[in-house]
């Protein structure tokens, strides 16, 4: 008996097509989101993980732990000796899904390609110190022509760098540049391996024990080099998630008003100076001129946007990116539609 065509699909089909709505709720719970994976550059020099500032903050108080815990979603913090270069090749193999990094490091991965979406502001205006060798003479920037002088390259201590020279009229073509983390360079300095470095607050550590000296930092060029740090996702994890980012954002300023209360100075530096294996009059001398308030507010404030457009200009201009790009592009779509 010859069936009709249709009569013939419905016979296969409907079977077929029963098993799979029956599939479907399998496959809502392959994609349903079990774990955050956030990636912060490791500046401890201790056994413990410290990537300063709000980072420290939010794991110390649990508070993404907390957010989430509700909806059995796990934070998976995962720190990088590495800093930025190697946190931009795990987001390229998809192997994080936000991170916590300095303002070129973010901006390399930007114009390289990588589909991130900016979040949040999480530093703004930190200082960065030159470190000399103990009597080399070593006084000012101009002083640096023609030495070795230990920078981590693709980190935002790089454009700090590059912004201080271009505010004295110089380049790195000036001076003998050597690439180094912020460990090696620090070890170098107290060996004696290097003439200089431009680094953050660990160097005054060296300076205490005599190691090295610390002739100025980025507040006496007028601000000239100091940095910004932001929150990036990647496009994948935003577009498929805008709740969860819209809780973590949330969250975050939990962090962030703890952290913008200067009378929580103290509290602050204790934590990160325990983390970091630093000593706490390190960061106490770091942060005795500045306000909290004016560091670590989370807004994508105009002022912010503007000093991330400048850092993205000068890399284009010291040749750090081959494409400059527009930060206001770069905002994640829900906040730039809500204004933040």
Same mark, same amino acid.
């Given at each position: 008996?010859? +069936? ?8 296969? %089909?409907? =079977? ?7 599939? +479907? ?28 500032? *709000?980072?420290? $903050? ?22 990088? /000796?590495?800093?930025? =270069? ?34 949040? %502001? ?10 000399? !060798? =103990? ?11 023609? /030495? ?42 107290? %060996? ?34 100091? *940095?910004?740090?932001?929150? !990036? ?22 962090? $962030? ?23 706490? $009059? *390190? ?13 670590? =507010?989370?807004?994508?404030?105009? !002022? ?18 081959? /494409?400059?790009?527009? *930060? ?13």
């Amino acid at each position: 008996m010859n +069936l009709p065509f249709k009569r013939v699909f419905s016979l296969f %089909a409907a =079977p077929a097509l029963a098993g799979l709505l029956g599939c +479907l709720p399998l496959l809502a719970q392959a994609d349903e989101l079990k774990q955050i994976r956030i990636a912060v550059p490791d500046l401890s020099a201790g056994t413990q993980h410290s990537g300063g500032g *709000v980072t420290d $903050v939010l794991r110390q108080q649990q508070i993404f732990e907390k957010a989430f815990a509700d909806q059995g979603i796990s934070i998976q913090w995962n720190y990088f /000796k590495g800093a930025g =270069p190697v946190i931009n090749e795990a987001f390229a193999n998809g192997q994080v899904d936000l991170a916590y990094l300095g303002d070129l490091a973010a901006i390399i991965g930007k114009s390289n390609g990588l589909d991130t979406r900016l979040l949040s %502001a999480t530093a703004r205006g930190v200082k960065q110190y030159l470190g000399v !060798v =103990p009597g080399s003479g070593i006084k000012t920037l101009q002083d640096l022509k023609g /030495k070795r002088v230990a920078v981590f390259r693709g980190t935002a201590t790089q454009l700090s760098l590059d912004a201080a020279l271009a505010s004295q009229g110089l380049s790195e073509k000036d001076l003998k540049i050597i690439n180094l983390d912020f460990n090696a360079a620090v070890a170098a300095l107290a %060996a004696k391996q290097i003439d200089a470095t431009w680094g953050g607050s660990n160097l005054n550590a060296l300076q205490a024990k005599g190691l090295a000296e610390v002739p100025l930092n980025t507040k006496d060029l007028g601000g000239a080099g100091s *940095v910004q740090a932001v929150l !990036v996702g990647s496009g994948a994890f935003v577009d498929a998630h805008p709740e969860v980012v819209e809780k973590l954002l949330k969250a975050q300023q939990q962090a $962030v008003q703890w952290l913008t209360q200067d009378s929580n100075k103290d509290a602050y530096i204790e934590l990160v100076s325990g983390l970091a294996s630093y000593p706490p $009059v *390190v960061l106490k001398q770091d942060l005795k001129d500045q306000r909290f308030s004016e560091i670590f =507010p989370s807004t994508l404030d105009p !002022v912010f946007l503007g000093k991330l457009q400048d850092a993205v200009d000068l890399a284009a201009q010291q040749r750090l990116i081959r /494409k400059p790009f527009k *930060v206001s592009e770069w905002v994640a779509p829900q906040l730039a539609a809500a204004g933040l």
